[in-house]
């Protein structure tokens, strides 16, 4: 269906930050499946780990106990503040149990009967419909009226204004079950969160007994340079959730929560084919790998050097260029918001053999695999700088 506006381009295959379309042409990847692929592509050690897993086992149910899902949920836990963990298959999917269990913390903590969840605009929390009505965007509303009951919507980093709405929703009560929120914005235009926004945000949620659920899908996993989003916030969340890089490219997502919020009794939420062995099995790798390969040192020091490489392209193109912004290998560069759009410069990068994606029409993202090296950067955003020359001869 013509659900994609897709780029021209097929392709094939990948070794490491590289990739190539069916006509040989050899492109950079920055963008990684869309912060996907954290180990690169065809990562030989990911390969071999499942390869071994189908010899083993593939796929059983959760029936029954499975211990590469009990495995992963113990390494997740010992590098995050959660002790429990509900497995399935995207970001959009982990966002759909977060908000279950938000509701059932308002019904079962604040006794609301119509529980409501505040999220920011600009947000992006997935397509499916609870998902997409917490996306704080009107445009990725339009057509599917009517939306989901039980969302307001607060402006991101800005204090009084969710002072305000949760002022209002609590006029006459308890309303308020949860805040679903991401430590950086990444589809809204890759906006980092602020510190003190965030630490204000914790206390009154604790104030109100209201749950703090981040959206980690596409910071979380080593992205920021730190295992989360949130440890670079000074704050941690009572539940969050993940999905994009941990497997890797194989898909898989989770729901992770403190144990005092693990309201989920036996029956209440289920997934086929979330947590089945084959991409737990690339979950462990991935995180096995980020250890062994020291990718979180990594991704610090490539994600400065990348800030800075920016940092002096922007001084070269002053009239195109307005910032770049992000943290670790989560980077944005931003337009002045002339003529020239994000989409204008990703579709000219193409033709320097470079992918990028946008964040918003005014924002070109960087999402590179995590194991990118100094040289590759180099080679990255001198294509982009031909590629501006092509906009703006
Ligand atoms: C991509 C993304 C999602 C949706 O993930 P899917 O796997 O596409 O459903 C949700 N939240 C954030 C922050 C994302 O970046």
Known sequence: MDTYGRYPLELVRGQGVWVWDSNGNKYLDGVAGIAVCTLGHSDPVLRQALVEQLDKLQHVSNLYRIPEQEQLAAALRDRSCADRFFFCNSGAEANEAAIKLARKHGHRVRGIAEPLILTAEASFHGRTLAAVTATGQPRYHAGFEP????????????????????????????????????????????????????????????????????????????????????????????????????????????????????????????????????????????????????????????????????????????????????????????????????????????AEGLLLVPAGPRVVRFVPPLVIESDDLQDMVQRLERALGRLVP
């Open 147 to 350: 939306m989901v009951q039980g969302f307001r919507y607060f402006k991101y980093n800005d204090i009084a204004s969710f002072e305000s709405l949760l002022a209002a929703c609590e006029a006459e009560g308890p309303r308020v079950a949860a805040v679903l929120i991401e430590p950086l914005q990444g589809e809204g235009g890759v906006n980092p969160g602020d510190p003190a926004f965030f630490q204000r945000l914790r206390q009154l949620c604790n104030a109100h007994n209201i749950l703090l659920i981040f959206d980690e899908v596409q910071i979380g996993v080593g992205r920021s340079g730190r295992w989360w989003g949130y440890e670079s916030l000074g704050v941690e969340p009572d539940a969050f959730t993940m999905a994009k890089g941990l497997g890797g490219g194989i898909p898989i997502g989770a729901l992770a929560v403190k144990t005092p919020f693990d309201h989920f009794q036996p029956g209440e939420h289920a997934s086929t084919f979330g947590g089945n062995p084959l991409s737990c099995r690339a979950g462990l790798t991935v995180i096995a790998e980020i250890e062994r390969r020291g990718l979180l040192a990594n991704v610090q020091q490539r994600g400065a050097e990348l800030s800075s490489l920016l940092g002096a392209l922007i001084e070269r193109h002053p009239t195109l260029l307005e910032s770049s912004r992000g943290w670790g290998l989560l980077q944005g560069l931003v337009l002045h918001g002339g003529t020239v759009t994000a989409p204008d410069v990703v579709k000219a990068a193409i």
